[in-house]
């Protein structure tokens, strides 16, 4: 019963993780933080429990600020220990992340967090190029950005290039990657949508928008939010040719079926 023993807190951890006692988890790796200072998992496992407990409290309409800060600060902490671990990185970054939309959902400004995550998301990248969450993610964190500049009168229009590159680049290196696809097409929708305002025609990025949704589907028929997305851009398009004059009631969208897949 020795409480050094990294393992058995690691197990307790794990023990409550898998039944979503999220309380209970971070209280096993602060154990065992206390116990031994230099094992990285437990720094690593208490940020990723701060962060469920705190994605729970911010569904349920709470304020989880300071838990994403907490969060941050243990994989701070893990990082002090494995400054090169591409992963710790990005789990860093999604904590900032987070703590960017609780401040946005207090009317704050959340662009610090943005950039500091979007900051960290590369150097995980600059540590594994491979690495498919920090490439997905930082395009998710541009296009949040984006739109935080253009509802404060900024211009938005760099974010939202880095976002459709951050994606591509995240095609590129895995195609099956269906959240990729999506997240590309919903930059586009949305780029198209802020370049509807200052006169631009937005079909040809809603076209390429819905290409990559179909994509996506492709790849996951059951994508419930590509579907979602599909359809807003489809919203958006019926609007424009009525904003034109147009008759916009040929504007069905056409029944995504996707391909058979070969045994």
Known sequence: EDPRLEEAHEALYFLAAAQGRWPEAIAACTRGIEADRGYLAHWRNRG????????????????????????DQDYAGGLALAPEDSMLWSRRASARTNAGICRSFRGDDPGAEYRTAIEQFEKALALDPENLDALTYVGGVY?????WKRDGGQDPEPEFVAAEAAFTRAIERSPGAASAWMGRGVARHNRGAHRSLYGDDPLPFY?????????????????AEAWHQRGAVYLSWGNRLYARGEDRLGLVPPAFVPEASGE
């Open 48 to 71: 990723d429990a701060r962060q469920r407990l705190a994605v729970g409290g911010l569904a349920a309409g709470g304020d989880p600020l300071a838990l994403f800060e907490e969060a």
């Open 207 to 223: 076209r390429e928008a819905i290409a990559d949704l179909d994509r996506a589907l492709a790849l996951d028929p059951a994508y």
């Open 143 to 147: 296009d949040d950005l984006a739109a």
